[in-house]
């Protein structure tokens, strides 16, 4: 896996049969363990608080890629990259099951049409883009965030994770290569979606605003998530760079 050179998606790794969370466990080995099953809406900020930002992946999966190449053993560079995916599938969970709250979803209805109507600020299709989900896929969540207040594909997505989670917890170098196809920019797009800025309750910007772009951007994952959708990135450090700016809320 190259951080500056993307490769084809491959299905028959993201469909092993068996290895989420609850599947049956085979005699001699260790069940899988859901750390986010125990997690109520109300431990959604310290857990996203202390979330790393996807540089911290990008460096440990150079540190892995370079270990590789000298001929190293890079079981250690391994596990912190899994580490840090595990982190932002867990954020995942959390950010899907928190634009669900009543209360979240009733402000999200009532700033949509900021959202809509801003012509400088288009955070959906910047993510859209970035997970190669198509502009019509950004006009759906914005329809059903103007409607429900919450979109995409939020139940579905959440089991998906779990058997991703699973899937990295036991992925030797090449089943991680081929998951970081598809995990290396949801993961990105996750951990600045879950981060307190640009789509937190920013002091410059209008935190409604803020809030309804981030149920959007957590829609498209969810799309993304379910549909084990991924697209090639040339560079996606710089990509994620160039997303962090698209969300980042304008200062009124």
Request: negative net charge; charged residues 25%.
């Amino acid at each position: 896996m190259s951080l500056t050179a993307g490769g084809p998606r491959r299905d028959d790794f993201f469909k092993v049969p068996g290895k989420g969370a609850g599947a049956p466990v085979k005699p001699g080995e260790k069940a899988p363990v859901d750390r986010t099953a125990a997690l109520s809406v109300g431990a959604f900020q310290p857990v996203v608080a202390a979330v790393p930002m996807p540089q911290r992946l990008f460096e440990h999966e150079r540190e892995r890629a370079a270990a590789r190449a000298a001929g190293e053993d890079a079981t250690r560079q391994l596990k912190n990259v899994g580490a840090d995916v595990d982190v932002a599938l867990t954020t995942a969970v959390l950010l899907l099951r928190g634009v669900e709250h009543p209360k979240a979803r009733e402000r999200v209805v009532g700033a949509v049409p900021q959202l809509a109507e801003a012509a400088d600020y288009r955070p959906l299709d910047a993510a859209a883009d970035f997970l190669g989900l198509d502009h019509e896929d950004a006009a759906e969540i914005l329809e059903e965030l103007t409607e429900h207040g919450v979109a995409g594909p939020i139940a579905e997505a959440a089991v998906r994770v779990e058997e991703l989670r699973a899937q990295v917890q036991q992925a030797d170098h090449e089943q991680l290569d081929e998951l970081l196809e598809f995990l290396l920019p949801v993961s990105a797009l996750i951990s600045i979606a879950g981060a307190a800025a640009p789509l937190g309750a920013l002091t410059e910007g209008d935190p409604h605003l803020a809030e309804a772009a981030k149920a959007g951007v957590v829609g498209l994952a969810a799309v993304a998530l379910q549909e084990l959708h991924s697209t090639e990135h040339p560079n996606v450090e710089l990509e994620s760079t160039e997303l962090l700016e698209a969300l980042t809320p304008p200062v009124r």
